[in-house]
């Protein structure tokens, strides 16, 4: 499949970051004028050399020591990694952290704090919201592979700022959520005229996108995760499809055919991979092009 007029995602970080990989594992983060950032560490976790770096936060996993935390682009230590694993899979422009004493919060890729860690779990982020729970835990006993999560004294959601959400009885939109218990939990999005207009084209080409992605059938909706800032200039907005059992559902940030980005023109871009040597590299297609060449 060959697709024309690819525009590369780009960072807009005052500095470009890249890591530099030595023997698979000795790991260092450099500049583009080759000043090392982040000195070498053997690192559990494999990284592409010269792959940049796109976010605001480096994940590092120190072998000999047997820590995961994540950095800031200057080194500084921010928080440690979801319950001491590999990096949480980023949903919605966020991640899952921990802090020394196993609690949970979530952080967006630029490093700020939207959740405090304070809660024993937090799902992650979908269609703007997030369930947590306290005193709960995974009872392994029962099953190590899939455990069920139990216990949980008080739970709720939570939106983007942190802020307990308020269920309620009835529906009042189309898009609220129901959950397990009945209630209704209120959709979380609103947009300008512009933002409208930019999903509007996205919602317009639903049933190409639907075939592209081999989901037939499913009822769509797109909706902005993120606004343009100087860390990256674009729009960030998500597929979801609606399942009549499962409510909104969407796939990770990576997953190609499932985000988009818009730039403060109106343009719209699909996200996509690049070969590039031996690895890939993280791509923008436009979206005309994506959709002509995606039927070819």
Known sequence: ???????????????????????????????????????????????????????????????????????????????????????????????????????????????????????????????GFVYYCQECYFDREKDTEYPSLTGAKTFGYLDRNGKEITVTDKKKNNKDTREEHGKYIPYQFSYNDFEKKILQKLKKNSEKINRINISEGDQLTFEIIKRPDQNIPYYFIKLYRFQENANFSTDNDDAVGFNFYADETGNIFVHHYQRDGNDYKKILVPLDEWLKHSDD
């Open 1 to 127: 499949m060959l697709f024309f007029f690819i525009s590369f995602l780009s960072s807009a970080q005052n500095k470009k970051l890249f890591f530099k990989t030595e023997n698979d594992s000795i790991i260092s983060v450099i500049d583009e004028k080759g000043n090392i950032i982040i000195e070498p560490f053997i690192s559990e976790y494999h990284y592409n050399n010269n792959e940049e770096i796109q976010n605001g936060i480096i994940y590092i996993s120190l072998k000999k020591e047997k820590k995961n935390y994540y950095v800031n682009r200057e080194g500084k230590f921010l928080f440690y990694s979801y319950n001491n694993k590999e990096p949480d899979t980023p949903k919605e422009y966020s991640i899952r952290f921990s802090d020394k004493n196993g609690k949970t919060g979530i952080a967006d890729l630029a490093g700020n704090i939207l959740i405090p860690a304070k809660y024993d779990y937090v799902c992650p982020f979908n269609f």
